[in-house]
């Protein structure tokens, strides 16, 4: 199976590599690898974050792995040049549309949550986001008014299709866990998100066995700090899920932390770290490269059919926690080389 190795900005290279060396000692040669230029990296050296060798390389591979992408130097490029690019391209271009993402507090790091223990130990979650529509990619534009001032417009717009896809995921990832799902939307305000309930409601009659409720996104973000643990499964929108991820995950302890899976429709999938390319940490050995180790992991599972290799490196991270190894966004000292090697260590 070919995996596209795509390290991209800042951190990413050096949390990849603890990545590689978790995967070379549970898969070893069943996976091969071909690295592609994606973000900063790529423009410096080809002038584009997202070159078509790269594309390429996404195409034929079996699953990716990423890093991220982000790179000061590249601020005051046009929109198209820049870094983030590469990712919302990649998204686009390979249709990978379910962004899912699994918030769950290590027991080990009870005291990294910005929740209280008690509250924080429920968390057991994932976040299904759609990440092809809503205003990302509605028609966008700042135009004069008839006032004659300048208007800013970014169009919100969700087809049933995208909607009942997004659904359909929602529905099987609780099926696979503890049967509840949660819909999140604004229905009382937009059209976008009634669309979204009539839509979710319909595919609804064919997951009997699924506990469904429709939450509005404002009262969801509330009750993801009052009580985490009442959700199982949420499923929302790409605006909604990015903002309430990032939520989710700093109640579960740190953003070094959490990983992501990208999926398409035959669980073709990008598999990434929630946080970014972390600038004013690279190059210094202090990311926590457990996100990215995690994010192995899941791409075992979602897109390689390995579940057991990933239920052991799930294993081997939380008792690379429980020997104590921190890196300094969990309040310690070691360095991402000493977090891979407590990850080896426990493998
Ligand atoms: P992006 O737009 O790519 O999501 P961002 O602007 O949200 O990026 P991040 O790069 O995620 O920002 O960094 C946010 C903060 O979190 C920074 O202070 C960074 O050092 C810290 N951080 C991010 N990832 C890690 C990590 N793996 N380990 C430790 N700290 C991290
Ligand atoms: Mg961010």
Same mark, same amino acid.
């Given at each position: 199976m070919l995996i596209a190795l795509l390290p991209g900005d800042g951190i990413g290279p050096e949390v990849i590599a603890q990545a590689r060396r978790v995967?070379?000692?549970?898969v070893g040669d069943r996976l091969t690898y071909e690295e592609g230029l994606? @973000? @900063?990296a790529a423009y410096k050296a080809v002038g584009h974050p997202l070159p078509e060798a790269t594309m390429e390389i996404a195409r034929r591979a079996d699953a990716l792995l990423f890093g991220a992408v982000g790179d000061p130097d590249c601020d005051a490029l046009e929109r198209r040049l820049r870094p983030e690019q590469a990712i919302l391209g990649l998204r686009a271009g390979l249709s990978l549309f379910a962004n899912l993402r699994p918030a769950k507090l290590f027991p080990e790091l009870a005291d990294a949550s910005a929740l209280r223990p008690e509250v924080a130990s429920a968390i057991d979650l994932v976040i299904v986001?759609?990440?092809n529509g809503d205003v990302?990619?509605? $028609?966008? @534009? !700042?135009r004069t008014n008839a006032a004659g001032r300048r208007e800013g417009y970014d169009i919100m717009c969700y087809d049933e299709d995208e909607v009942s896809r997004i659904a359909r995921v929602g529905f099987e990832t609780a099926r696979a866990r503890r049967g509840k799902l949660c819909s999140v939307d604004k229905a009382n305000v937009l059209e976008t998100s009634q669309l979204w309930r009539d839509v979710v409601i319909e595919v609804s009659a064919d997951y009997p066995d699924v506990q469904l409720s429709h939450m509005y996104v404002d009262n969801a973000a509330m009750q993801l700090v009052r009580n985490p643990g009442q959700f199982d499964v949420i499923v929302t929108g790409n605006l909604f899920g990015d !903002?309430?991820?990032d939520q989710a995950s700093m109640c579960a302890g740190s953003i070094g932390m959490l990983p992501s899976a990208t999926l398409d429709a035959n669980n073709k999938g990008l598999y $990434?770290? !929630?946080h970014g390319s972390a600038p004013d940490i690279a190059g210094q050995g202090k990311a926590n490269p457990l996100a990215t180790i995690l994010s192995a992991a899941m791409m075992l599972r979602y897109s390689l059919g390995l579940p057991a290799e990933a239920d052991r490196i799930e294993a081997a991270v939380a008792k690379a926690l429980a020997g104590g190894v921190r890196s300094p966004d969990l309040g310690g000292t070691h360095t991402t080389a000493q977090l891979g090697d407590a990850v080896l260590a426990a493998l």
């Open positions: 995967l070379d000692v549970v994606v @973000g @900063g986001r759609e990440t990302y990619f509605g $028609e966008k @534009g !700042i !903002i309430l991820s $990434e770290p !929630i």
